[in-house]
């Protein structure tokens, strides 16, 4: 080889090892960077006429395992989904309270049955007459403060859904943009891998609310899909379309149109059951909370609010009153309908009659709502047959319970079991959920950057320049030999 054919393999050599120096600087300073891709500098041979002359750049290479990094946001998406469920059930179960705690819905209806007892012994106690009282206000807050619960998270979930459905337009909009400077970076033979990282942040960014499979199209571009196989950006990305509503009441659903469904490009879309569009992510899970999950809750509340109604609303309980008259408890101050079942739990109220602070007597508590004057001091029949109508056994007359009768404390202890069920079944879901996205994370990392690996490239970059560099001075100084001679 020449002197000058030498001197030219030496040069690409020190531009390769140059370069590759670059890129292992980039690895290690990204080693910690969400969505970055490891790079690998692609060398081959130089050919100058017909012999090899030196080393050439041919380009950097973005190393990722899209298929681990696929199943990585599956994963995301049903961590999402559980989450957002385990959430709702633990707000729930705190909301009513568990059988242990006198704090509970049971307690409180236990308080109150000890203290029908106890003004059952000395009718003519008004302090325990208004024990009664505080006790049947403390059964009606618990019962309003839970129904008070699930339409917050009705509203709440509401508000989630409009700031997902706008984080998923404006990132699909950013993924085509992308693309675009992708195809065009490609087409001038430039490397495109920064802006493959940028695309795969974005897609990343959303994942989580809707599982999408990344499909590879031309020049370095791709197309989204769900798991169900609807195209959320083949080209152009679509638009999903979402109205909120603010405050969210008992009686609004999608059915009704009172509250809003979710459209792709203008079209309205299934959002549950086996042919939603988006299920899988959180998205999905907080459609079902405002949709199935807190409807379902609200119903159950509002049955165990009428079968308490009910139980001291009868002529037979109370002989003062008619068919149509309000009992002890009443729906925002009047007689129960069943027709109006929807949101009972949230307007209860204790009867004015017998409310002192609503300038109601203590003594119609012993003698009657509907009496006209206080009875005899000593006569605890009424007070002995609420007690007896708070414990009875009685079938539910909604609410999907499982059939049969049970006292109001049963009733509402099958319940808080229930939502103790759904709530540990949904946390175990989400700890699966979670190892096995994190299982997939490892995975997915074992393909990027390994600092002690890059150093130790490093090391093996700066040997080649230095053989380079003194190939360049060996050269040098047989030049400057042949110069003197």
Do not use: C, H
């Not at 619960?149 to 993924?175: P, W």
């Amino acid at each position: 080889m020449s002197l000058s054919g030498t001197l030219s393999s030496a040069m690409s050599g020190l531009t390769a090892a140059s370069r590759a120096a670059q890129v292992v600087s980039s690895n290690i300073a990204n080693a910690m960077t969400e969505g970055y891709g490891r790079r690998e500098l692609s060398l081959g041979a130089r050919v100058v006429g017909s012999s090899g002359q030196g080393v050439q750049v041919n380009g950097i290479q973005r190393i990722a395992n899209m298929v681990a990094i696929g199943d990585r946001r599956f994963a995301d998406a049903g961590l999402a989904d559980t989450s957002a469920k385990a959430s709702f059930f633990r707000g729930l179960e705190t909301a009513i309270g568990l059988p242990d705690s006198a704090d509970s819905l049971s307690g409180r209806i236990s308080a109150l049955d000890a203290t029908l007892l106890s003004a059952a012994s000395r009718p003519d106690s008004e302090a325990r007459l208004s024990q009664v009282a505080d006790a049947t206000r403390s059964v009606i807050g618990r019962l309003v403060s839970a129904s008070k619960m699930v339409q917050t998270a009705r509203s709440r979930a509401d508000d989630q859904i409009e700031s997902q459905v706008a984080t998923v337009n404006s990132a699909l909009r950013r993924i085509a943009e992308m693309n675009a400077e992708i195809r065009t970076t490609s087409g001038t033979g430039s490397d495109t891998s920064a802006l493959i990282d940028q695309r795969q942040q974005a897609i990343d960014s959303i994942s989580s609310i809707i599982p999408l499979r990344e499909i590879p199209r031309d020049q370095g571009t791709v197309a989204l899909f769900s798991a169900s196989g609807a195209v959320f950006l083949d080209g152009l990305p679509t638009e999903l379309g979402f109205s909120p509503v603010g405050v969210i009441t008992p009686d609004m659903t999608v059915e009704q149109g009172t509250l809003s469904g979710l459209t792709l490009n203008g079209r309205p879309i299934s959002i549950s059951g086996a042919n939603s569009l988006i299920s899988g992510g959180s998205l999905a899970a907080n459609f079902a909370i405002r949709d199935d999950l807190s409807v379902a809750a609200q119903a159950k509340l509002d049955a165990i609010a009428r079968d308490l109604v009910e139980r001291f609303q009868d002529p037979a309980i109370d002989p003062t009153l008619t068919l149509g008259d309000a009992g002890l408890i009443t729906d925002s101050g009047g007689a129960f309908d069943e027709a109006n079942e929807v949101g009972l739990s949230q307007r209860l109220r204790l009867n004015a009659a017998v409310d002192p602070q609503q300038g109601g007597d203590l003594w119609r508590i012993r003698d009657g709502i509907g009496a006209t004057g206080p009875g005899l001091v000593g006569d605890s029949t009424l007070i002995s047959a609420l007690q007896l109508a708070l414990t009875a056994d009685r079938e539910p007359a909604s609410g999907g319970f499982m059939a049969g009768t049970r006292s109001l404390s049963v009733l509402v202890g099958d319940y808080i079991s229930n939502v103790s069920t759904q709530r540990l079944s949904a946390e175990s879901e989400t700890s699966f959920a979670q190892g096995k996205a994190d299982a997939l994370k490892v995975i997915e990392l074992s393909d990027g950057v390994d600092t002690d690996a890059e150093m130790q490239r490093l090391l093996l970059i700066e040997q080649a320049y230095s053989a380079n560099a003194k190939v360049m001075q060996m050269v040098d100084e047989m030049l400057q030999t042949l110069i003197r001679i």
